[in-house]
C-alpha cells in the first residue's frame, strides 16, 4: 500500500517539478502569471509530504504527525497527507 502511495506521490512530484522548471525558465512576470496561490499551495504541501513521508521512514512519527499536518494545512484536499496521518495514529 505504502509502496502504490509512493508511486503516485513521485508522479505528481515530477509534474510539480516539471511546473517548477518551467516557472524558473519563464521571466518574473510570467512566473507570477503561471503560479497561482492555490498551485503555489499545492507545491509547498507536496514539500511537506515529501518531509513527513521521509520522517516515517525513519521512524521518526513525531516529526511525520508535524509534516503532514502542515501539508493538510497548505492543501486540505490532499488525501494521500489525510491517509498517512490516519496510519500514523
Known amino acids: 500500500m505504502i509502496k502504490e502511495n509512493l508511486a503516485k ?3 505528481k512530484v515530477a509534474v510539480m517539478i516539471s511546473i517548477i522548471a518551467t516557472c524558473l525558465s519563464a521571466p518574473r512576470a510570467e512566473t507570477q502569471k503561471f503560479l497561482t496561490e492555490a498551485q503555489q ?7 511537506h ?19 503532514f499536518k502542515k ?6 484536499n490532499f488525501a494521500d ?8 495514529y
Open 49 to 67: 509530504f515529501t518531509q513527513a513521508v521521509t520522517s516515517e521512514e525513519k521512524s521518526e512519527y513525531d516529526m511525520a504527525i508535524t509534516e
Open 81 to 88: 497527507a489525510y491517509f498517512q496521518l490516519d496510519i500514523i
Open 41 to 47: 499551495h499545492y507545491i509547498d504541501g507536496m514539500f
Open 9 to 11: 506521490f513521485i508522479l
Open 71 to 76: 501539508s493538510i494545512k497548505k492543501n486540505p
